[in-house]
């Protein structure tokens, strides 16, 4: 993994946003894998900045997101489908069947696993994959267990990842679902290119373990040691903190 380490998260959000958009230009059908949460706001904020100054044209770009709350859907408040509409979607002229999502109100949540998996394969799979990291060292929704499922599957989340969604639920733990659907640890790692960005100082033991710890279940951020393209974009806030 190559580390890159940037004065603000605002500066970091510049880069990558550029590289990003850069990489749109070259490759009009470029296919990007996107997280929610609070890492991406400021890179999105970015996207959506160059993309209005630039005329940048996203009509042939496939978007595939690492994970929806089972039970949430389109239109449900504290969904991350409704996240994306609110800060990317929305704003951007992505065509609605490039989109691609997870959907945690299917009737049945393993076939809904099994069309997303089929619809990454079907894509050529995911070009540029853009991942956070939890303090649990889970990825999208992956998270650590004596085991791990490769593929899209039904995850039951650590109380830790559900107190850190409890900003999409007005603070109220009891709203957040105790279920999600996710890619799994195999799924991203077919990826061409793996982008991983931290900031704060709040993931500092989870950048550590990343960096300097070895493979292991009980730390899915780990396996991405396993990829031959993984860049992990620092600010230095928390690089500070890192040994």
Same mark, same amino acid.
Request: net charge negative.
């Given at each position: ?17 550029? *590289? ?11 296919? %990007? ?20 100054? !630039? ?8 978007? =595939?997101? %690492? ?14 489908? $409704? ?16 989109? !691609?999502?997870? &959907?945690?109100?299917?009737? &049945?949540?393993?076939? !809904? ?35 791990? /499922?490769?593929? $899209?599957? *039904? ?5 830790? $990842? ?6 999409? =639920? &007005? ?7 105790? !279920? ?8 991203? %790692? ?10 704060? &100082? ?5 950048? $550590? ?8 279940? *009980?730390?899915?951020?780990?396996? %991405?040691?396993?990829?031959? *393209? ?5 600010? /230095? ?7």
């Amino acid at each position: 993994m190559k580390c890159e380490v940037f004065s603000t998260e605002a500066a970091l959000a510049a880069a990558l946003g550029r *590289r990003i958009i850069d990489m749109i230009g070259r490759q009009p059908d470029v296919v %990007l894998g996107l997280p929610t949460g609070r890492t991406p706001l400021a890179l999105y904020q970015e996207l959506i900045r160059l993309t209005h100054e !630039e005329r940048v044209d996203w009509s042939g770009v496939r978007t =595939f997101n %690492l994970d929806e709350f089972v039970g949430l859907g389109r239109g449900d408040r504290g969904g991350y489908r $409704t996240f994306m509409e609110n800060r990317l979607f929305e704003h951007v002229n992505l065509v609605e069947r490039n989109i !691609e999502f997870l &959907d945690g109100r299917a009737a &049945d949540l393993d076939r !809904e696993c099994e069309r997303y998996e089929r619809a990454v394969v079907a894509s050529g799979g995911v070009d540029l994959m853009l991942l956070g990291i939890g303090v649990n060292g889970h990825i999208g929704f992956n998270e650590p267990a004596g085991s791990l /499922v490769a593929r $899209t599957h *039904r995850v039951m989340l650590d109380e830790p $990842t559900r107190a850190a969604n409890t900003m999409w =639920f &007005d603070g109220d733990l009891e709203r957040v679902p105790r !279920e999600a659907l996710t890619m799994g640890m195999g799924t991203i %790692l077919q990826s061409r290119s793996i982008v991983l960005i931290a900031t704060g &100082d709040a993931k500092s033991e989870a950048v $550590t373990a990343l960096l300097r710890g070895g493979v292991t279940t *009980r730390f899915p951020a780990s396996f %991405l040691q396993l990829h031959p *393209r993984v860049r992990v974009l620092l600010d /230095v806030l928390l690089a500070d903190q890192v040994p």
